[in-house]
């Protein structure tokens, strides 16, 4: 589901945001992405705190967030491929 492919995408374009060159190529899309970094971490941390994953899943608003999260991560992946494409026809 939803969370799956949000965790997906946030795992591949935080290792890609942790290096210092994309965030200096793509200063735009490192402060959504620090954004989005921001929630995640925050719903994660909510259900760490809870010992019922299902009534986390069930009883928590947070989640709510989730299709906003996919939206944007996938623009980040978007705008860093076609960056990336750029600098791949350039040689």
């Known amino acids: 589901g939803t969370w799956i492919e949000v965790q997906a995408t946030w795992m591949y374009l935080e290792a ?3 290096g ?3 965030m200096r190529q793509l200063p735009q899309e490192a402060k959504r992405f620090n954004i989005i970094d921001k929630a995640w971490t925050k719903i994660m941390n909510k259900a760490n705190e809870q010992k019922n994953v299902l009534e ?4 928590n608003e947070l ?20 960056y990336l494409e750029q600098k791949r026809n350039l040689f």
Not at 56 to 59: P, S, V
Not at 63 to 82: F, T, V
């Open 16 to 18: 890609v945001f942790a």
């Open 20 to 22: 210092g060159d994309i």
């Open 56 to 59: 986390f899943c069930y009883e």
């Open 63 to 82: 989640l709510q967030n989730l299709p906003n999260l996919k939206d944007q991560l996938e623009e980040c992946q978007r705008k860093l491929s076609a």
